[in-house]
């Protein structure tokens, strides 16, 4: 009766008012408010000490910033901050009391860092003085994001997009490879000329290159899965389906099959796309096989401690190629997720690994190992891709981001 109700509700004019006024007020709120709270902060002088990490959506430090932020913390005399705008956690009104708050901050901040697009910032004209940089939260270039994909179904407007520009006042966009700038240049609308997109290679990708790293994420997953210890890992860690706001995840493994096939030597380990909230369930007789461990395991450590990788979409595939393990694409929505957000490459051509539509292939292919996996395949890829990639990015962001970091390093 109350889900009618509320249903009725949704439908109604007055609803239909009220969410048209909730928006109005939304753009108002980033087009004047927010420009407005930093103009009068930025009257001020810069904090030429100050650098700040900038989480949009998540509640704590996600991999993105943590090895660079690591690297000013533990060897420069930096005052360096993470703060969390939480967006779509708590009411309009808690958000939008951490964001002026946020902004306040970064309105005196002579570094600032991002790791994903938002049009918070959007109508900001960051000081001259203050450098903006673009992590991402990814590797090489695989599905279209931004205005690669604005006006399809995944993408908001053109119009909107170019008015309140996701990627807005950056310096640098650091890369994984010279490759893929094309396609960030082309999603956050900036030219070659510009020099904005830049082959620094990923911070978070430095990890792959630290044994001990290598090796604690072992002990991590087997403290978090005992049953891992002495079997071999299958990650299946696939990307989320529809809008960020609404994500779902896939339901085309067959948990059951690949239990029936292959518990004696693997165990399955499973982490779902940040976005998913509704997780589809481990059946009761595979609990001693499959495990998600998407709330407490971060997604390098389950990398580096899996010996295949399943993905779909997802741009985890280039950082698993730095380690040239096998990897399986499960792909039978391929045609639909096209038209959702679409890619870069062809997918076929870009994948180093097979492409199958049934978990029986998964079976198939992994039974056969390890001749039926192609290293050639993996090394091209890596290399084609990922080639910024080599143990050092987060050395050379530094030195191209900050104004003479050696007199601050302790």
Not at 143 to 168: I, V
Not at 393 to 406: A, C, L, W
Request: glycine share 4%; hydrophobic share 35%.
């Amino acid at each position: 009766m109350l889900n009618k109700i509320i249903s009725l509700i949704k439908k109604s004019f007055a609803y239909r008012v009220y969410l048209k006024a909730v928006k109005k007020y939304n753009i108002f709120t980033i087009d004047k408010i927010y420009p407005l709270i930093y103009n009068l902060y930025a009257r001020y002088p810069v904090n030429e000490n100050k650098v700040l990490f900038i989480e949009y959506t998540h509640p704590h430090m996600t991999e993105s910033f943590i090895c660079l932020y690591n690297a000013l913390k533990n060897g420069y005399r930096y005052d360096t901050e993470c703060v969390f705008c939480m967006h779509n956690t708590g009411s309009r009104r808690q958000q939008r009391k951490r964001m002026r708050r946020i902004i306040k901050k970064a309105a005196a901040a002579k570094y600032i860092f991002f790791n994903e697009g938002n049009d918070r910032f959007s109508r900001i004209a960051f000081r001259p003085e203050t450098e903006v940089t673009q992590l991402w939260h990814g590797c090489g270039a695989f599905k279209r994001f931004g205005l690669s994909c604005a006006d399809l179904k995944f993408g908001a407007t053109r119009e909107y997009m170019q008015t309140h520009p996701f990627y807005n006042g950056y310096k640098t966009v650091t890369v994984s490879s010279a490759e893929v700038m094309w396609a960030y240049e082309q999603a956050m609308g900036y030219t070659r000329e510009s020099g904005v997109v830049k082959p620094l290679g990923i911070s978070r990708t430095d990890d792959f290159y630290d044994e001990k790293y290598i090796s604690d994420s072992y002990e991590m997953l087997y403290k978090a899965v005992p049953q891992a210890k002495g079997k071999k890992v299958l990650l299946y860690a696939p990307t989320f389906r529809g809008h960020v706001n609404s994500a779902c995840a896939p339901d085309f493994l067959d948990i059951r099959r690949l239990h029936e096939k292959l518990s004696g030597e693997w165990v399955l380990i499973i982490k779902q796309h940040p976005h998913v909230k509704k997780r589809p369930q481990v059946p009761e007789e595979c609990a001693a096989f499959a495990f998600d461990v998407s709330d407490s395991m971060q997604i390098n450590n389950l990398l580096c401690a899996a010996d295949v990788c399943i993905s779909d979409y997802s741009s985890l595939v280039f950082e698993y190629s730095l380690l040239q393990r096998p990897m399986i694409f499960l792909a039978p929505d391929l045609e639909e997720y096209f038209d959702w957000r679409g890619f870069y490459y062809d997918y076929y051509d870009m994948t180093p690994g097979p492409v199958v539509k049934t978990t029986d292939e998964i079976i198939d292919f992994i039974k056969s190992l390890p001749g039926s996996f192609d290293m050639n395949r993996v090394i091209n890829f890596r290399n084609r891709f990922m080639s910024a990639c080599d143990g050092h990015s987060t050395e050379r962001i530094i030195r191209e981001v900050f104004d003479n970091p050696e007199k601050h390093r302790k």
